[in-house]
Structures are given as structure tokens and as C-alpha cells.
């Protein structure tokens, strides 16, 4: 063998042996790879909020078959009157044995414990089961949040969704259409979200489930205390002091479950992505401040994951597709992550590991992510719908790394939007529809809805998976609405006057 040969074939290997290394997470727990098949929201439970049902366990049971180091559920909310899009899973009100066994089938799929098409016996795996825990906030819309017709969502501060930055008019109509005005919580309030918090890390710990996350990123409840521009509160709860808020939760959900239970967080990174200024050395204020609660969370020694993410409903980096025109060179937040793990690092060495999520969509961003210490554990979100063997995959392709590196392990979908709307009145219509990046990130979230529906539909069935990547922006939005009869009366009653009154204000707008 040429001596250059030997050396590319040891490089491969060392960077296999990095992304399927086992680590410990700090609570003594093992995970046995760096790969997390991280949340995503999923759209399958029940119309206004509900338990897991078949179409999670057959979807779950895909993913469990694959070796995973962690898979984390899609968001349970802890409340049922703050859903975010209404078919959002819900914590049972009780944590009897009846009221959690659809979560425990669900922790048992991830664990490879269910029965699944063309097997006649389970097949455990090692794969660490982390379930989401949940508030929406004032990110919780009007008809389908759970709550009456316009009643107000609670939230840190009075202050509507949209009132950042400078929202063009299309903007700021969908999110008072969509979005109350939110009413201040009170201490009462705030004493119920750290209950509930605490009741969902003990629900999932008696059904199972190994860890939970709490999910302070993406504009949610927790993200908004830790905001100035949702949270202008003086009190103990002050966006300055915000982080004890969440200490509060953390340590009462530590008090209340085993020593070895997983306990993450997803933090936000900024309000969202600057691409232009991601190159740049030095961290902007908005991440500093980030990196500043990300040390403080180190310091409490009862954390074992940071996932570093970003963006908000006002700000929907998160939801949107990546841009098609240039290849990507490193995660979205890898310059942060970087920075945070040489924080974290220099500390000692029980501190929480990171996580870090974001275009992560080819082996060669794998695994210069590690290579360059930019994050100690891989979050893979998009990428493990229409990839869920990915693991699997990744093996094979890292045998031959010069051919697969830049090579993404399933095409991302290019949404085209159908003819018509390039002709009047449909084109008005959309001139001002392109305007509102929550729309036009909504329509890739609903092609990944219908594709995990497909995916939970071929483990049902046995078929073979293939995403429908011929299905059209607006073919997947009228798809992840329309496909169950049990809640057609409902979406008919709250989800078309949305429709017809934005069409119509549109109409005006011209």
C-alpha cells in the first residue's frame, strides 16, 4: 500500500472510531455514539393536544432500529392550554400506571422494545431515550393553542409576538391574527411551570424514558424569560435574573428523580443565525450573553447536555430550508460551540456535554464537527427523516470518506409552489405572502411533517421508505392538515377562517 494510502485509511478510521466512540454524560450514564437524532415537531398526536399514539410507536420503532446514540422526542407540553401548532403530545394529568402507558410504549419503541413489522421478537438496543418537555408561551397561537377562541396565552411580559425589529405589514397582520397579545404571569403561574416541569421529569423517569430536555431555545417560555425583548420584568424574574428561574426547575426536577436520570438543556445560541457574521472571531453580545447562562448552568453541576440551537417564531432560522446555492462549510452554530467547549473544558471535567444542531447534513460536517472540537455530541434533526438509517449509512460511507464527504446522506427537499400563483389575483396574494418568513418556513416544517408521517406509515406496513420528494410547498401544507378524519370537524371550525381572513386582508394590502 503507498504510504499516502495508509495514511488517508488511518485517518478514516480514527474519525469513525471518534463519531461511534461511547462517552459519559456526567450523571454516569454511556452514550454509545455521538450521534442524536434530536426534536423535531411531529404533528401526529391528537387535534388540540394528546398521548403518544400508533403512528409515534411506529415511527419511533423506525429510528429504534438503527443505533442511535440518543433519540430525543418531538415537544411534550407541559401545559394543554399552551400548544403550539395542535397536535402537540401532552402530558397526562396524573402519573398513574393508566395514564402513562401510552408513554411508556413510546419509550419502549425508542429502546427497540416493540414489535415491529418483518421482526417476531423486540431487538433492545443502547440507545438513551430523552423526551422534551415543553411551554409555549406567547408562541402559542389562537384556535389551535388549546385554549377558548383568543383567550391569551401566558408569558414573562405583556408583549406581543412580531414586535421586533422593523416586520413588514403582512408580518405584523399574521401574528395578531395568529398570536394574542399575552397576559403577564403572575408568581402563582410561575410556581405551576416549575411543577410542571418537575411532574413531566416524572412521568418520563416511571415510563421509562431515560432523560428529559427542557426546551429553553426557538422563542418557547423559557427562551422568552431569558430574552430582554420578551421579558421587561423588574422582579426576581428579570430577563438579568431569568437563569435562577430556570436553576429552580432544574434542581427540583434533580430532588425529584434518580441520580442517573438525564437532565439537558436546549439553550439558544442568539435570536437567530447571522450568516453574514458567522465567520467572524469574536462572538456577538447576543452570544456572549449565551455563553455567560451556558457557563452559569456549568457551574450548578446538575446538568448533563446543552444542546446550542436558535432562533424564534419572529426570527425562524430553525424552520427554514438551507440555501441550495452554496454548499455549507460548518454547522450553523459551530463558531459558538467551539467557543463554549473551550470554556466548558477549561472548568474541569464534569461539565455538561454539548450538543450542537444544525446543518449537520454530510459525513465530512460530521466529522470535522468533532475534529474540531466544535461540539462532544452530534444533533441530527432533518437529516434522520429522510435518512433514518443514518448511522448505518454513516459507517459505510466513512470506509470511503474522499468519495461521501460532501455528499449529503439524502437530498433535502426543493419546494416549488404550483403555477398559478404567477397569475393575478394569486400572484397579489403571494407578493405578500413572501414576505412572512414564518409562512415560508412553515412550508418546509410541513414537507418534514409528511414525511415522517410516510415513514411511521412503511414501519406500519412493512414498505419500503422513499420521501416523496415530487410533493409540492403547498401539497405538504394542505397534507399536514388534512389526513385524519377525527378532527375535520375542528380544522373546518378553527383553521379556515385563519385561511380566508389572512386571504382577504391580503387582498386589502394590494
Not at 424569560?225 to 421587561?232: E, M, Q, R, T, V
Not at 436520570?261 to 435570536?271: C, G, H, M, Q, R
Amino acid at each position: 500500500m503507498h504510504p499516502s494510502e495508509s495514511s488517508a485509511t488511518t485517518k478514516e478510521n480514527n474519525e469513525e472510531s471518534a463519531i461511534f466512540q461511547p462517552i459519559s454524560l456526567p450523571c454516569g450514564r454511556v452514550v454509545q455514539n455521538r450521534l442524536v437524532k434530536v426534536a423535531m415537531y411531529e404533528h401526529l398526536a391528537t387535534l388540540l393536544g394528546g398521548a403518544p399514539n400508533a403512528h409515534h410507536i411506529h415511527l419511533y420503532s423506525e429510528w429504534a432500529k438503527h443505533d442511535w446514540g440518543i433519540v430525543i422526542t418531538g415537544n411534550v407540553q407541559i401545559s394543554a392550554e399552551h400548544l403550539t401548532l395542535g397536535r402537540d403530545l401532552v402530558l397526562p394529568k396524573s402519573s398513574s400506571d393508566v395514564d402513562i402507558q401510552s408513554f411508556r410504549e413510546l419509550a419502549d419503541s425508542i429502546h427497540g422494545l416493540r414489535n415491529v413489522v418483518g421482526r417476531t421478537v423486540p431487538v433492545p438496543n443502547r440507545t438513551l431515550a430523552i423526551m422534551q418537555l415543553n411551554h409555549a408561551g406567547r408562541q402559542s397561537s389562537n384556535f389551535i393553542g388549546g385554549r377558548r377562541l383568543f383567550q391569551a396565552p401566558l408569558a414573562p411580559s405583556a408583549i406581543p409576538l412580531g414586535t421586533s425589529g422593523n416586520p413588514s405589514f403582512a408580518t405584523r397582520m399574521l401574528h395578531s391574527l395568529l398570536f394574542q397579545t399575552p397576559n403577564e404571569m403572575t408568581e402563582s403561574d410561575i410556581e405551576e411551570v416549575v411543577e410542571g416541569f418537575t411532574r413531566g421529569a416524572v412521568v418520563a423517569q416511571k415510563a421509562g424514558f431515560d432523560g428529559v430536555q427542557l426546551h429553553a431555545a426557538h422563542g418557547y417560555l423559557l427562551s422568552q424569560f431569558l430574552s430582554k425583548k420578551a421579558n421587561i420584568r423588574t422582579d426576581k424574574y428579570s430577563a438579568d435574573l431569568a437563569i435562577k428561574f430556570v436553576h429552580r426547575i432544574v434542581k427540583q426536577i434533580r430532588e425529584s428523580t434518580e441520580s442517573n436520570f438525564v437532565v439537558s438543556i436546549k439553550l439558544n445560541a442568539a435570536d437567530y443565525i447571522n450568516r453574514e457574521s458567522s465567520q467572524a472571531d469574536s462572538l456577538t453580545e447576543a452570544e456572549q450573553v449565551a455563553l455567560q447562562h451556558l457557563i452559569t448552568i456549568a457551574d450548578w453541576g446538575l446538568v448533563d447536555i446543552v444542546e446550542i440551537s436558535g432562533g424564534d417564531y419572529e426570527k425562524p432560522d430553525f424552520m427554514s430550508s438551507a440555501d441550495h446555492s452554496k454548499p455549507a462549510r460548518q454547522a450553523f452554530f459551530a463558531r459558538f460551540s467551539q467557543q463554549a467547549l473551550k470554556t466548558l473544558h477549561s472548568r474541569g471535567n464534569s461539565v455538561p456535554l454539548i450538543l450542537l444542531t444544525g446543518g449537520l447534513k454530510t459525513p465530512g460536517l460530521l466529522q470535522s464537527a468533532l475534529a474540531c472540537k466544535h461540539a462532544d455530541l452530534l444533533g441530527i434533526g432533518r437529516g434522520s427523516v429522510v435518512c433514518p438509517e443514518l448511522p448505518s449509512v454513516l459507517r459505510e460511507h466513512l470506509q470511503s470518506s474522499h468519495r461521501w464527504d460532501h455528499i449529503p446522506f439524502n437530498p433535502e427537499p426543493r419546494l416549488q409552489m404550483p403555477w398559478i400563483i404567477l397569475y393575478p389575483p394569486f400572484s397579489w396574494v403571494w407578493n405578500v405572502v413572501n414576505q412572512i418568513k414564518l409562512i415560508g418556513a412553515g412550508v418546509t416544517l410541513a414537507w418534514y411533517v409528511v414525511t415522517m408521517r410516510q415513514l411511521a406509515h412503511c414501519g406500519a406496513s412493512g414498505a419500503k421508505f422513499k420521501p416523496y420528494y415530487h410533493t409540492g410547498g403547498l401539497q405538504s401544507i394542505f397534507r399536514m392538515w388534512v389526513w385524519r378524519v377525527d378532527g375535520m370537524k375542528t380544522i373546518l371550525y378553527r383553521i379556515l377562517p385563519i385561511l380566508v381572513v389572512f386571504v382577504l386582508a391580503a387582498s386589502l394590502y394590494r
